[in-house]
């Protein structure tokens, strides 16, 4: 079946400007995941959705960092007034509900900020 | 809140050797702890996990070890291939539903032939 997808692939884009990335999860997840990958760096967790709850936004660097999921599938991750030290690799995972915690990661967005 | 150290950053072997990576964590009640593979240009993938009611999992080239007292776990590679060459990521979270997972910095290992 169809994995996570994402979009777009890449994105560049002027320091200053608003940015949205798009997130695809697999049919039949409740859970979507937002990570970001630095340049040779790990993987850091930013926020994450389950179901109807309240999402955890607890890995958002700042306030110019924002997640909404829609009808509990698509998820768009918006970056207000977009810095240079936002460029990174942004990776979506979802999963099936808690019993299954396996997370599927999606291609990525590659985003550049000039 | 949950904090993963990875050790080796970069781990180099010939091919044929076996390779070890390590991870500690911090806190006590993670009990899910996967392994994600990543190559160049490449997502994260899934390679193997293991839950804390076991202490090892094997699956082919590939087994985990886990020690709960010591809060630490292992993932090992034996026969190693110039396909295996790749960023090895270790997490960990709590079984409960929608737990973020808490990433290791990543281990770069490198099999020459």
């Known amino acids: 079946g169809a994995g996570v997808s994402q979009s777009p692939s890449n994105k560049v884009t002027e320091k200053g400007k608003d940015v949205e990335l798009r997130c695809d999860p697999i049919?039949?997840?409740?859970?979507l995941y937002w990570y970001r990958q630095s340049l040779g760096q790990g993987l850091e967790f930013l926020i994450y959705?389950?179901?109807?709850?309240?999402?955890?936004k607890s890995g958002l660097p700042s306030d110019r960092f924002s997640a909404e999921r829609t009808g509990g599938s698509v998820s768009t991750l918006t970056i207000q007034r977009t810095q240079q030290e936002d460029s990174a690799v942004y990776l979506c995972a979802s999963s099936l509900d808690g019993l299954k915690e396996t997370q599927y990661f999606g291609p990525g967005t590659r985003l550049l900020v000039l | 809140g949950e904090n993963v150290e990875q050790h080796p950053s970069t781990l180099s072997v010939q091919e044929g050797d076996s390779a070890v990576i390590k991870c500690t964590y911090s806190d006590s009640a993670s009990n899910y702890f996967p392994w994600y593979k990543q190559e160049l240009g490449k997502r994260p993938q899934l390679i193997i996990d293991i839950r804390s009611n076991v202490g090892e999992k094997k699956d082919q080239r590939i087994a985990v070890t886990l020690n709960k007292t010591a809060k630490h776990f292992s993932l090992h590679i034996t026969e190693t291939q110039p396909e295996d060459s790749a960023v090895y990521f270790c997490a960990a979270a709590l079984n409960q539903a929608g737990t973020a997972l808490i990433f290791g910095k990543g281990t770069t290992l490198s099999v020459s032939s």
């Open positions: 049919s039949g997840h409740t859970a």
């Open positions: 959705f389950q179901g109807n709850s309240a999402p955890d």
